[in-house]
């Protein structure tokens, strides 16, 4: 299909074959930096469980191979705070790789669930047929996140609808993408213990 206009089974391959080689790819195109936002949304979820004074229940949408929750889990226990994550994604093959992690069940008190869904219909209905995909009650999580998903996805404010149902009154909703690259506002690399911008990288 061209570019932009990729149908479901389109999506579907390029992911099965991205699927085992997706982490590399991510620290390689962000030059590191994915890892930091991933942290990021760790500390989001920590921040929700302090806020509330107990255990949120949480959703990683488009959570691919697991390197989020990876993190959530990590920042979870150093900060002293416990959640239950449940990781969402489309691609089957994306989430068998994040099962194989060690986190893939419980890590000090925090527990792991990933499921196969589709982000722009989580909530259940009677009027549509699941097919096997995840499905959640109205109100179901106190937080929401989304790393490098949502510029994947055809129908955004489908998703944004979805979230806002999903998510509890007083919920929150993180998202963290990567934006069209901006040459005349270039990141930064160290070199031999000097800063260095590379335009051309951007």
Known sequence: GAVGKLDLHEVEAVYDKEARHYDLKHHFTTRGQDTTWRRQAGWFVAGTAKRLSRRPKVLDLCTGTGLTIEEMITVLADSGQEADLVGL?????????????????AHNG?????????????????EVESNGLAKFASGTFDAVTQMFGIGGIDGSLAVFKSVLSVLKPDGDYQVIDMHQPLAHQPGEVPVLWHWWRFPALE
């Open 89 to 105: 994604d489309y691609n089957e093959r994306m989430l068998q790789v994040a099962r194989t992690r060690p986190n893939g069940k």
């Open 110 to 126: 925090t527990t792991v669930e990933y499921v196969r869904g589709d982000a722009m219909r989580l909530v259940e209905s009677t």
